[in-house]
């Protein structure tokens, strides 16, 4: 079987200026995959690359065994962003709905006349139960808490049983116990559905413990591997290009020290240089990064 | 506008006739219906992408067009469509431009609005100031509808809620979900500027008949209550339409008995039924806490 997505000698650039090259990574279809690097590192315009939305500058990419464009009907994709406000008056479950016929012309029929729509709504029940929305969708979704939206945005991306979801930064503005339960969920969907997940993460802590692979871009290059294999001190000091420190705590989680643009606790990547949980609780994300 | 000598009975049938005796009557609920159920449907879509701001300037720079229209002497619903197309146009390239900011996006239209209202001011001047005139243009010519401005408004409606229905699903989906709408290839640009041109033949119309000033009456209170009372899509539009249906034919028929203009008694109606929403939630879950502000654009 084919590679989820495979870059061979990659090089993207955003007008102009060039925001990694040299990258050769393979993602195995029906892995659980992390994202990681400092803002501007070009998480996102990997997850472009991937979308076909941004063609490479150099070197060859493959995604589900073809181009990115032609991949693009079997990818679920969830952008990043801040969630919706409480004047939306949509349910839960017709923003769910959108993702499975949304883009289709015309007026949907009732479902007393269409069997059609009788599927579709099947489908969108399934999905809403399969992510643990039942109890809110028929909410509107303007009036749930930004881990219920969570939810049912992933099941916006699932609904068209996606052979690969592209996630990017599901877990910011969640708290702790959230980024946990959304975590444990994509888990799931990933061993279970046998769907390839890469998510863009902002701090790798939450999801450490369910990952099967990280790619890390940093200093305009990337690599990856599995998390404990390239989270540490001698390989993103290469990356960088100036010493890294990674202390892992007592507790199993890492935290890097010494990135260049991590002045103070802004928020950088793969950890946090400051070890004080409670705190994290409390500012769950320190910054959000401009896409690129 | 009023029209003095009829008395309403409480018998529902009686008043009925009374109301249709007369053709500037028969014409004006026709004229009206159309409207409504056309500004009803369009105005969901308003409010719900939030576009208030883009049909309240729509509405202004009706206004010049139909003053240059009656300047011109050409029919004055070429000066209502034409301006508002055009005017449509001019409110997607300067949102074309503001790509990141609303607020740049709204100064930029509130300018073209001013500058519309001038323009109307000066084609009013040059026209000889005839205030009887100005005052239609203002406030609507419910009650001077002829029959052929119902024949051109009930096509432009035809033509205008086809193209809605046709387009239904994906502007929804780009209303509420943009950038997943962009992501799965729905062509929101396209959507965003077909919905102003859109917009733009629903606010001619309804300025034509209410006003210039009163069009938000069936524009944006119905579409506003109806989503109110319901999250459901399909609700909502048909909701939406029945209100501003109800409306109407209501204030028209008030206004038949009474001293008072048929624009006052429409706006009344919609806006008692907002607030008797607003006071008695009709719906027991998920009350919104802040309305939709209708300075956003």
């Known amino acids: 079987m084919t590679e989820a997505i495979s870059l061979s000698g990659a090089a993207a650039s955003r007008g102009g200026a060039p925001v990694w090259s040299g990258v050769d990574l393979g993602i195995a279809r029906g892995e659980f995959v992390a994202v990681l690097g400092p803002n501007g590192a070009g998480k996102s315009t990997f997850l472009d690359v991937a979308l076909g939305l941004l063609p490479l500058s150099a070197g060859g990419v493959s995604v589900l065994g073809a181009t990115p464009r032609a991949a693009r009907a079997r990818i679920g994709y969830l952008p990043q962003r801040r ?210 | 506008m009023s029209v003095a000598g009829p008395h309403p009975s409480w018998d529902l049938v009686a008043d009925w006739e009374q109301l249709t005796a007369y053709p500037f009557m028969v014409q004006a609920l026709e004229a009206g219906a159309i409207v409504a159920v056309m500004a009803g449907a369009i105005g969901w879509f308003m409010v719900l992408r939030r576009q208030t701001f883009a049909g309240h300037t729509l509405a202004m720079i009706s206004f010049p067009g139909a003053a240059a229209a009656t300047l011109a002497a050409i029919p004055i619903a070429f000066g209502y469509f034409g301006a508002c197309g055009l005017g449509a146009l001019a409110l997607a390239a300067v949102g074309r431009e503001g790509s990141g900011g609303r607020a ?127 999250a459901r899509p399909v609700r909502g539009l048909l909701l939406s339409v029945v209100f501003a249906f109800a409306v109407t034919w209501l204030g028209l028929g008030i206004a038949y008995f009474s001293p008072y203009p048929v624009g006052f008694w429409v706006t009344s109606l919609s806006f008692g039924l907002y607030v008797l929403t607003r006071l008695c939630p009709l719906s027991p879950r998920g009350r919104q806490r802040t309305e939709a502000p209708p300075a956003v654009a």
């Open chain 1, 83 to 292: 969630s919706f406000d409480a004047s939306t008056r949509v349910r839960g479950v017709d923003v769910v709905r959108l993702g499975l016929d949304g883009a289709r012309w015309g007026l949907p029929l009732p479902a007393a006349l269409s069997g059609s729509a009788r599927a579709a709504r099947a489908k969108v029940a399934e999905v809403v139960e399969l992510v643990g929305a039942s109890a809110y969708a028929e909410r509107p979704i303007g009036s749930l808490s930004g881990g219920e939206q969570q939810r049912l945005l992933i099941g916006q991306a699932l609904v068209r049983d996606p052979e690969m979801l592209l996630l990017d930064e599901p877990l910011d503005s969640l708290d702790l116990p959230n980024q946990a339960a959304v975590a444990a969920l994509v888990q799931r969907i990933c061993r279970t559905q046998g769907v390839t997940v890469v998510l863009v993460a902002h701090d790798v802590n939450p999801i450490l413990g369910y990952l099967d692979r990280v790619v890390y871009f940093a200093g305009g290059h990337g690599v990856e591997g599995p998390p404990r294999e390239v989270i540490r001190a001698d390989v993103l000091s290469e990356l960088y290009g100036s010493p890294i420190e990674v202390v892992e705590t007592r507790s199993g989680r890492l935290i890097v020290v010494g990135t260049p643009d991590a002045g103070g606790h802004s928020g950088d990547c793969g950890g946090h240089d400051h070890a004080a949980d409670e705190r994290q609780a409390e500012r769950p994300v320190a910054e959000r990064e401009p896409a690129g």
């Open chain 2, 104 to 230: 740049g996006e709204s100064a930029a239209i509130g300018t073209v609005q001013a500058f519309a209202l001038g323009l109307g001011f000066l084609f009013v001047g040059l026209y000889g100031g005839q205030l009887a005139g100005l005052e239609a243009l203002l406030f609507g010519t419910f009650l001077g509808i002829t029959e052929g401005q119902v024949v051109t408004l009930l096509c432009i409606a035809v033509i205008t809620l086809l193209v809605l229905a046709a387009l239904a699903r994906p502007l929804f989906y780009a209303s509420v979900d943009g950038a997943v709408a962009r992501a799965g290839g729905v062509p929101t640009r396209f959507l965003g500027v077909a919905f102003l041109l859109l917009l733009g033949m629903a606010v001619a119309a309804t300025s034509e008949i209410v006003g210039a000033l009163l069009v938000f009456a069936l524009l944006v209170t119905p579409a506003a209550t109806a989503q109110l009372i319901t």
